[in-house]
């Protein structure tokens, strides 16, 4: 590719206050300018090369605003897919885990799981930032028999340490694409990973 659409999404972007956290706005979560297909190009390209998705049975991602990344990698991958929730549906076999991240807290909810009880599993995320969730998704599959082999991340916002985080607290360090820090006005990439 010509430009580096990944690095263009978090370098130099305008930071608000969310829960008295700052916030990048980006192209990637908050379509802000709008998504451009060469950036989901170039994510999924890039994520094949990081990450051995054949030792996965089924990949798993989080609905509020990264879930269309991980439906772009099952697609991609041909492999099936499934979204926790921050809402319950309460449908047969539903399964729940208290987390908290940078900016809120409360359950997460996941079906679709059912059959895959001594399986392995990717989580594909958009941005790790405290590490809160990923860490909550690690912990609701491992307590169902659900082997996490893997997790990928497009960016980190290194102001929260949630990569280090992640790997204290269940063992596996996130592969990520860019890690950027949230300046006073203004977003500032730190590392690219290619």
Known sequence: MDKDYIEETFNNQKIVIVSNKRYCINSLTDHIPITKPELLEQISEEMSEQVDFTKADVLIGEEDRGGYLCALMAYTQK?????????????????????RNAYT??????????????????????????????????ELLRNNGIEVVDVVSVAEKTDYGGVERIEKETGIKPKVLVQFSSGKERSKVTKRFI
Do not use: H, Q, R, Y
């Not at 492999?79 to 987390?99: H, Q, R």
């Not at 359950?107 to 990717?122: E, P, S, T, Y």
């Not at 930032?129 to 909550?136: L, Q, R």
């Open 79 to 99: 492999k099936p897919f499934t979204l926790t929730k921050w809402n319950p549906t309460g449908l047969e076999g539903e399964i729940s885990i208290g987390f």
């Open 105 to 138: 807290n409360g359950k997460l909810f996941l079906n679709g799981i059912k059959d895959f009880d001594g399986k392995k599993a990717i989580i594909v995320e958009d941005i790790i930032d405290t590490g809160g969730t990923v860490i909550a998704m690690i």
